[in-house]
């Protein structure tokens, strides 16, 4: 029996982007909701995030959904960490954050921003703790904290699952996402894993995919295969001409790859490369 990889974009967005309780499950488990706090429902957004000046760029994120108290929240599986990935995800939450206001409300009347960031990579190594949970707050008292935005990155790589009885709901779904991966699959599958019934139905969705969802998946491997070789581009080109220009270089050789292969959109080969639409278009 096959499972295809949850962290891939197509099987990510297909569990997370299409079925709202398993999105309501995840979102309780990593923000770590209890009682009457948790979240009992979402609206799905568009993932696309418009920028609210003309000439900016906007950005595309994996899942992006509301509750009923408003508040907002994105999702996003990274595979690999770079340097400006922080700075990204703060940059979308805080895009996501200004667009809440209208002109001549009161700002009390702002809702939060959530940003939630599954790492398939480790940038924290001086630490075994995997879960990072950043707010505003006062350095000198920290528990003074600036409702508004709150990131929180989770390092899959680092996490070890435990043999005891009662699980957590986020221990079962990081479980869950770092037991299938490009080689194995089902004996990595326990019990525990299929008494949750939220989990049991992300896991069935592993299961099939359509031929178009079977084509996303294989260009997502053509996409991790390109990055790797492009990581040593940029490094090669980056000693002879310069870190940015040599990084930009190889993002649209990456680009030009990417759309002769033929199998992806502009959005995804934007989203792959971090370069404008209509520059990939004159490629």
């Not at 995997?130 to 505003?136: E, S, V």
Request: glycine share 4%.
């Amino acid at each position: 029996m096959q499972y295809y990889d949850p962290k891939t974009d197509v099987v990510f967005k297909k569990i997370f982007g299409a079925h709202k309780n398993l999105t309501i499950s995840l979102l309780n488990a990593v923000l770590k909701l209890e009682g009457n706090d948790k979240i009992k429902d979402v609206e799905y957004l568009p993932s696309e995030i418009i920028p609210m000046t003309d000439g900016k760029r906007s950005n595309i994120v994996d899942v992006r959904c509301q509750d009923a108290n408003d508040d907002y929240f994105i999702v996003e599986m990274q595979m690999c960490w770079s340097a400006d990935f922080l700075r990204r995800v703060m940059y979308n939450s805080s895009k996501v954050y200004c667009s809440l206001y209208n002109k001549g409300e009161r700002y009390y009347k702002l809702k939060r921003v959530f940003a939630i960031n599954i790492l398939n990579d480790i940038y924290q190594k001086d630490t075994s703790n995997n879960y990072h949970l950043y707010r505003m707050s006062e350095v000198d008292s920290p528990t003074n904290v600036i409702q508004g935005i709150e990131i929180v990155c989770v390092e899959l790589p680092k996490f070890v699952p435990q043999n005891k009885g009662q699980k957590t709901l986020l221990e079962l779904w990081q479980q869950f996402l770092t037991s299938i991966n490009a080689k194995t699959g089902e004996e990595n599958i326990t019990e525990d894993l299929l008494e949750n019934e939220d989990v049991k139905e992300a896991l069935e969705l592993c299961r099939n995919l359509t031929e178009d969802e079977q084509r996303q998946f294989d260009s997502f491997w053509d996409m991790e295969f390109l990055r790797n070789d492009r990581d040593r581009t940029v490094r090669e080109i980056s000693r002879a001409e310069g870190r940015a220009e040599g990084r930009a270089d190889a993002m649209r050789e990456m680009a030009r790859t990417l759309k002769a292969m033929g199998k992806m959109s502009i959005e995804e080969i934007a989203k792959a490369t971090g370069l404008f639409p209509d520059e990939i278009k004159t490629l």
